[in-house]
C-alpha cells in the first residue's frame, strides 16, 4: 500500500507543489491574511488542481512520451503504472479540490472550472504553438488568484493583485522554455513545438532571460521592497548561470526546481515580512 502510494506520488512530482503552493498563499495574504482552516483548505485545492494537471498531462502525452529517450521511463510508458490507475489519480484530485472549493466559498466554486479547463487544454498545446511556455504560465497564476477569492470572495482584484499574477506567468514562461531544450532535436523531429525547436537555443536563453526581467518588474507594484526584490534577481541570474552552457538533466534540475523552490519562498517571506509591517 505505502508502495503503491509512493507511485502515485512520484507520479504526479508531489515535490513540485513545495515551488508552486507558495504563490497560492502569497495571494491570500495580500488579500488581507487567512487562518488556519483557510490555510489548509488553499492547501487542498491547490494539490488536488495540480494532482489533477499533472496527471492528465502524464495520461495525454503516454505516447510521446514513449518515444522520447529522456522520458521513456516515465510511469506510464514503462508501465510501472496502468492507465486505470492514472485516470483514478486524476479523478481523485479533481474531486478534492472541487470540494475544497465548494468548503471556501461561493466565487471559489463558481470559478473553480477554469483552472480545471486550462489544465486540461495546456498539454495538447505543444502540438501546435510555442505558446504552450505562456499556458503553462497562466496555469500557475490562478494560484494567487485563487488565494485572493479564498480571502475576499469576490473577484475584486486590486492593481497589485493582478500585476503579480502576470508576473508568473513570465516566470513560469521563462523557465519552461529553459527546460525544454532539453527536448530540441526530438520536438523539432516530431513537429511539437517550442521556443527553442522554433527559433534556435540562443534566441530561447535570450527570451528566457528577458521573461525574468519582465517578471522582476511586474513584482514592484506588489511588493515595493529593494532587498527582497535584488535577492529574488540574483537568484533568477543563478538559475540562467547553471544552465548557460550546459543544460543537461542533472543542471535542469538544480536550475528548475531548486532555484525556483528558493524564488517562491523567498516571493511568499517577502509577503509576509511586508504584511507583518501593515498589522
Known sequence: M??????????????????ALPFAYTGALVAGGFDLRLAILIFTAFTGL???????NRIIDREIDALNPRTAKRHLPSGKMSLREAYLVALVGFAVYEISAF?????ALIFSPIPAIVACVYPYLKRFTCLSHYFLGLNLAFAPLGGWIAVRDSIDFS??????????????????????LQDIEFDRKFGLHSV???FGERFAKMLSRTNHVVFIVLLIPALREIFPLLLIAFLLFLEHYIVKDDYNEQ?????????????????LTSFIAVFIQKL
Open 2 to 19: 505505502i508502495g503503491k502510494l509512493r507511485t502515485y506520488l512520484e507520479f504526479v512530482k508531489i515535490e513540485h507543489t513545495l515551488f
Open 50 to 56: 495540480r494532482t489533477f494537471a499533472m496527471a492528465l
Open 103 to 107: 468548503l471556501i466559498n461561493m466565487t
Open 159 to 180: 492593481f497589485e493583485m493582478f500585476a503579480f499574477s502576470i508576473a508568473v506567468i513570465f516566470w513560469v514562461a521563462g523557465f519552461d522554455i529553459i527546460y525544454a
Open 196 to 198: 527553442g525547436a522554433h
Open 251 to 267: 543542471r535542469i534540475q538544480m536550475s528548475f526546481f531548486y532555484i525556483n523552490a528558493i524564488i517562491s519562498a523567498t516571493v
